[in-house]
């Protein structure tokens, strides 16, 4: 078996009958609270006062960003939007932001390129270079370190002692702040980091779980592939699989493209990337050392685990979930009065193992992420 097996989440809950619209928010808040009314309001008391650290696990692509953004707008802002801090102090510049969420998402990623701007504006060195010279711990000098971030240094990579103390430094800024952290450990050698990382923080003494989110490699193909960006706002949409209210067609090629439906976008026509057409292949060798990774860490104890799904075998997939909560498969064609019709049907993939399933909406994916996070902790 080339993929796992993970328990199928059950989202039927009895005595609910009701269909949601999990594309829009006012539709999603509604679900979340039929569905995990309780486990909510359990995690929001226990965010007043506590936080966690959990390791999101999972391919490039799988999702890892959107389950945790779909997370934090369940269980949502902090009561207190004051920008004073509980002492009465009021925040420095940046924390406002940071304060108000009870759950963020650090992704590894934009850490190292927030930190080049730092370096490369001047912006916010100072404190970083402070921080560096008191917590980190590497063979590289202070000024190689540097070196590596800008990649001046071509031939190192940010060393794993680089990404730890730079995730080090993230975290610091948001003290009261439960983190889901995406893009770590990354490498065989960055396991034994994230198994001390709790240790390392000190000051820390939440609990930490990991999340492991596993979606067919069929499925991340055809994100990528029809994956589609607004030039002006950036959102991602897809064609296929999460189109805008608005349609066109290219006179001259007759494709059919979606139009940015943020109202200051002024219907901008939505742009595939260039490579995308290629889905995985260019990452290949990547999503296959994140396979590696993933089914390493499947095989930890110690560590409390979350295991999240994204597919379901069809021919059993109604015994568990509804059907608004399966992601459908788009296409258009030009009716005979000349408008665009949008042709919704169910969207079937193989899995990695070659099993016909259907693939779950994001917020389908995100229930059952709430409900263990509140087992995990306890609650
Ligand atoms: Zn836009």
């Not at 002692?161 to 439960?178: D, F, G, M, N, T």
Request: charged content about 30%.
């Amino acid at each position: 078996m080339k993929g796992v097996d993970f328990p199928i989440f059950n989202t039927k809950t009895t005595g609910v009958v009701e269909k949601f619209d999990l594309n829009s928010p006012e539709g999603r808040a509604k679900y979340f609270q039929a569905k995990a009314g309780p486990e909510i309001e359990k995690l929001k008391k226990y965010l007043e006062t506590k936080t966690f650290v959990a390791f999101l696990m999972g391919k490039k692509n799988s999702g890892k960003g959107t389950y945790s953004k779909l997370f934090m707008e369940a269980v949502g802002p902090i009561r207190n939007r004051s920008p004073l801090s509980p002492s009465g102090a009021r925040l420095r510049a940046g924390e406002i932001s940071n304060g108000v969420n009870r759950v963020g998402h650090i992704s590894v990623g934009d850490v190292v390129r927030d930190v080049h701007k730092a370096i490369k504006t001047g912006e916010g060195k100072k404190e970083l270079m402070a921080f560096l010279e008191k917590n980190y711990r590497g063979f590289h000098s202070l000024e190689e370190v540097e070196n590596i971030i800008m990649g001046r240094d071509t031939k190192s990579l940010v060393s794993s002692e680089v990404i730890v103390a730079l995730l080090q430094y993230e975290i610091s800024k948001r003290p009261r702040q439960a983190i889901f952290i995406d893009g770590f450990p990354r490498a065989l050698d960055q396991i034994g980091y994230s198994l001390m990382l709790r240790q390392v923080l000190g000051y820390r003494e939440d609990p930490d779980f990991l999340v492991f989110i596993s979606v067919p490699e069929s499925v991340i193909d055809a994100r990528i592939k029809a994956r589609v960006i607004c030039p002006i706002c950036h959102t991602p949409r897809s064609l296929k699989l999460a189109p805008t209210v608005f349609i066109g067609q290219d006179e001259a090629t007759g494709e059919f493209y979606l139009m940015c439906d943020d109202p200051k976008c002024n219907k901008a026509r939505m742009v595939t990337k260039e490579g995308d057409e290629l889905g995985i292949e260019p990452i290949r060798d990547r999503l296959e050392l994140d396979d590696v990774i993933f089914k390493r860490l499947l095989d930890l104890k110690g560590l409390p685990q979350i295991k999240l799904r994204n597919s379901i075998p069809a021919d059993k997939a109604w015994d568990f979930i509804e059907k608004y909560e399966v992601t459908p498969m788009y296409s258009y064609k030009k009716g005979v009065d000349g408008k665009i019709e949008v042709i919704e049907e169910p969207w079937l993939v193989k899995d990695d193992d070659g099993v016909e399933c259907v693939s779950l909406l994001p917020a389908s994916v995100a229930l059952g992420f709430i409900k263990q996070t509140a087992e995990v902790l306890g609650l």
